[in-house]
């Protein structure tokens, strides 16, 4: 894919790509060719519409070729530029990290839904586990200016780039993140436990869309042979780290609702209060109550 070895307009060369991925089968053929533009141009979609009649430089045709030629292959279009919007935040990708999706904010929404309006200007603390770009705990402490967090992944690289992203957002002084898995003994206590664990079985993998099968990292996708292991974990370690009346949070599969309310609320002092779905109604966030140990 590339386009046409002669002097072109940014409009036309817009054309060109968006008819190219369109017939490559890429759905948002129209944006993507856009955000790729503007990305190689440096441009926003107002800079783009003003100087729609400029001609392209060659060096220009060729980074635009270049660029379209990956989309093409599979890569999805926040890879390529490195950036993806959550929750009206931009937020830095790496290797390590999942791209943030639409679905994830279902978590946001819900816990906006649990914690009580007067609680939100007090200092909560919250922790995110497997917090990837950080996206979920930055969307929080966006919304709850008292609020401070801990993000852990088990990822070096992750954690480097939630940190860069709370630089980015100017969110260096309420957040922290740590180098740590499922399993890491926190001895804090938290008012507010969110989490988007791995949850596709190891199985399904190998038929995910390309854009994520190809990548995603491996270990933030699978979930091992049901796709359940991680909340498994998440529901032996919640009671010790909610307080009590506390919330924990977590993103789920499709189909995975009953299996993970079973896991939920077979745990110690736990108790599942509310599915929320996204916006296709499929279940997507499942909140559970901490309600008190009942064992030592």
Same mark, same amino acid.
């Given at each position: 894919?590339? /386009? ?5 307009? $940014? ?14 089968? &890429? %759905? ?10 503007? #990305?190689?141009?440096?441009?926003? #979609? ?5 100087? =729609? ?10 980074? &635009? ?10 890569? @999805? ?7 993806? *919007? ?15 999706? !639409? ?17 939100? +200007? ?16 930055? =969307?929080?402490?966006? *919304? ?9 992944? &088990? %990822? @070096?690289?992750?954690?480097?780039? =939630?940190?860069?992203? =709370? ?15 499922? +399993?890491?003994?926190?001895? *804090?206590?938290? %008012?507010?436990?969110?989490? +988007?664990? !791995?949850? $596709?079985?190891?199985?399904? $993998?190998? %038929?995910?869309?390309? *854009? ?16 359940? #292991? ?8 919640? !009671?010790? /780290? ?11 599969? $499709? ?9 939920? +609320? ?31």
């Amino acid at each position: 894919m590339s /386009l046409p070895d002669r002097a072109i307009e $940014i409009a036309a060369a817009r054309r060109i790509l968006a008819a190219q991925f369109e017939k490559a089968g &890429i %759905d948002t053929a129209a944006l993507d060719a856009r955000l790729l533009i503007g #990305h190689a141009l440096s441009l926003d #979609h107002t800079g783009l519409a003003s100087a =729609a009649k400029r001609l392209l430089t060659p060096a220009e045709r060729e980074t &635009i070729s270049a660029l379209a030629a990956r989309r093409v292959a599979g890569e @999805p279009v926040a890879r390529i530029v490195g950036v993806k *919007e959550f929750w009206g935040l931009p937020l830095t990708l790496s290797a390590a990290t999942l791209v943030p999706r !639409p679905d994830t904010e279902t978590v946001v929404e819900a816990a906006l839904a649990i914690v009580e309006p007067a609680r939100r +200007n007090e200092p909560l603390r919250i922790a995110d586990l497997g917090t990837g770009t950080g996206a979920i705990l930055f =969307a929080l402490l966006h *919304e709850w200016p008292q609020a401070t967090g801990l993000g852990i992944d &088990i %990822d @070096p690289q992750a954690v480097e780039t =939630a940190r860069a992203n =709370a630089a980015l957002l100017g969110m260096e002084a309420r957040s922290e993140f740590r180098v740590a898995d499922f +399993n890491e003994d926190l001895t *804090e206590r938290f %008012d507010l436990v969110v989490s +988007n664990p !791995p949850y $596709i079985p190891t199985r399904d $993998i190998a %038929d995910l869309a390309r *854009e994520v099968r190809d990548h995603d990292p491996r270990r933030a996708l699978d979930g091992g042979a049901d796709g359940l #292991h991680a909340y498994r974990v998440i529901a032996r370690r919640a !009671p010790y /780290l909610l307080k009590p009346d506390a919330f924990l949070i977590v993103e789920i599969g $499709i189909g995975q609702a009953a299996d993970v309310e079973a896991i939920f +609320n077979a745990a110690d002092g736990l108790e599942v209060v509310a599915v929320k779905p996204d916006l296709s109604g499929i279940p997507r966030a499942v909140s559970v109550r901490h309600r008190g140990r009942k064992t030592a």
